[in-house]
């Protein structure tokens, strides 16, 4: 079975010129798509709208990914950032729209409730997110527990889906495939100077570091987070967490009766990157 189309789906939405021109959008989130729809096919009842619950599920996620990306107005603002800035209002207004319009289509009114439920959850949990995490009092576990619930609830949504003799096994792949997935954002995110103020490696170094090296990590250059980065090892910490978690999953498969399910698990994790991946860091150093 292939499940690698949804995606390919999803450019009918989002390959539009003037978004394309203007602004970036965030990575459609292949992974949780392809999972969900792999579950969602194991359910008779559920096999014939698997594909379009899946699709809109994926675009609201995508929607709320897009206005993730929408930064407050700078004073100095030019006009190129400014249209980038109202393209992606608009996208992400877009794909949750489509995300209603595909569900309504099909009469599943009843997917259309749990999913926005779980959209309010999201926002909730982000605002406690980026407050916490602004205030630094957000830890890297905490952060990284966080992310993953945000990226999940969505998916989680539509759990009671899934056969009741995959529920465990469901529960259990989302959650890993996610991790590995933020871990594996984190360590690109980790080899930008840009991203670093906002990242798991900031919240990992601030535990690590006394008061007054906290203050002085705020203000710390391009050379300096280089230093600290490679200081701490952050990219090796990081691969360590992202391999353990694919040898849990591993585990997982194991434990798995169905061929369909073990094969497209396995697909899922040739998606992430190599060990050998060298942080950009360590080139520049």
Same mark, same amino acid.
């Given at each position: 079975?292939?499940?690698?189309?949804?995606?390919?789906?999803?450019?009918?939405?989002?390959?539009?010129?003037?978004?394309?021109?203007?602004?970036?959008?965030?990575?459609?989130?292949?992974?949780?798509?392809?999972?969900?729809?792999?579950?969602?096919?194991?359910?008779?009842?559920?096999?014939?709208?698997?594909?379009?619950?899946?699709?809109?599920?994926?675009?609201?996620?995508?929607?709320?990914?897009?206005?993730?990306?929408?930064?407050?107005?700078?004073?100095?603002?030019?006009?190129?950032?400014?249209?980038?800035?109202?393209?992606?209002?608009?996208?992400?207004?877009?794909?949750?729209?489509?995300?209603?319009?595909?569900?309504?289509?099909?009469?599943?009114?009843?997917?259309?409730?749990?999913?926005?439920?779980?959209?309010?959850?999201?926002?909730?949990?982000?605002?406690?997110?980026?407050?916490?995490?602004?205030?630094?009092?957000?830890?890297?576990?905490?952060?990284?527990?966080?992310?993953?619930?945000?990226?999940? $609830?969505?998916? #989680?949504? &539509?759990?009671?889906?899934?056969? @009741?003799?995959?529920? *465990?096994?469901?529960?259990? %792949? =989302?959650? !890993?495939?996610?991790?590995?997935?933020?871990?594996?954002?984190?360590?690109?995110?980790?080899?930008?100077?840009?991203?670093?103020?906002?990242?798991?490696?900031?919240?990992?170094?601030?535990?690590?570091?006394?008061?007054?090296?906290?203050?002085?990590?705020?203000?710390?250059?391009?050379?300096?987070?280089?230093?600290?980065?490679?200081?701490?090892?952050?990219?090796?910490?990081?691969?360590?967490?992202?391999?353990?978690?694919?040898? $849990?999953?591993? #585990?997982? &498969?194991?434990?798995?009766?169905? @061929?369909?399910?073990? *094969?497209?698990?396995?697909? %899922? =994790?040739? !998606?992430?990157?190599?060990?050998?991946?060298?942080?950009?860091?360590?080139?520049?150093?």
């Amino acid at each position: 079975m292939r499940t690698d189309h949804i995606a390919k789906l999803a450019l009918k939405y989002t390959e539009y010129e003037m978004i394309k021109e203007h602004t970036p959008l965030p990575a459609f989130p292949e992974i949780r798509a392809r999972l969900l729809f792999v579950f969602l096919q194991r359910n008779p009842k559920q096999a014939e709208h698997s594909e379009i619950c899946t699709l809109a599920t994926s675009l609201a996620q995508l929607g709320l990914d897009t206005h993730d990306l929408v930064n407050s107005t700078p004073a100095d603002e030019l006009i190129g950032q400014a249209r980038s800035r109202q393209l992606k209002v608009l996208a992400g207004d877009y794909f949750n729209s489509r995300f209603y319009q595909l569900l309504s289509h099909i009469g599943r009114i009843d997917i259309i409730r749990l999913i926005s439920v779980a959209i309010s959850e999201v926002n909730r949990m982000k605002m406690t997110f980026y407050e916490r995490f602004r205030a630094k009092k957000l830890t890297s576990v905490e952060y990284l527990e966080q992310s993953v619930s945000m990226r999940t $609830q969505l998916f #989680s949504a &539509l759990s009671k889906f899934i056969p @009741e003799q995959y529920h *465990t096994k469901w529960s259990e %792949l =989302l959650g !890993l495939l996610t991790r590995c997935e933020v871990i594996q954002n984190e360590l690109d995110r980790s080899d930008c100077y840009d991203t670093f103020r906002s990242s798991w490696a900031f919240c990992y170094i601030l535990e690590s570091i006394s008061p007054v090296e906290q203050e002085r990590l705020i203000h710390v250059d391009k050379s300096g987070v280089i230093a600290l980065l490679t200081k701490y090892n952050i990219h090796g910490t990081l691969m360590d967490m992202l391999q353990t978690h694919i040898q $849990q999953v591993m #585990s997982i &498969l194991e434990q798995l009766d169905s @061929e369909v399910l073990r *094969t497209e698990v396995l697909a %899922l =994790l040739q !998606l992430f990157s190599s060990s050998n991946r060298v942080p950009q860091t360590a080139k520049e150093i």
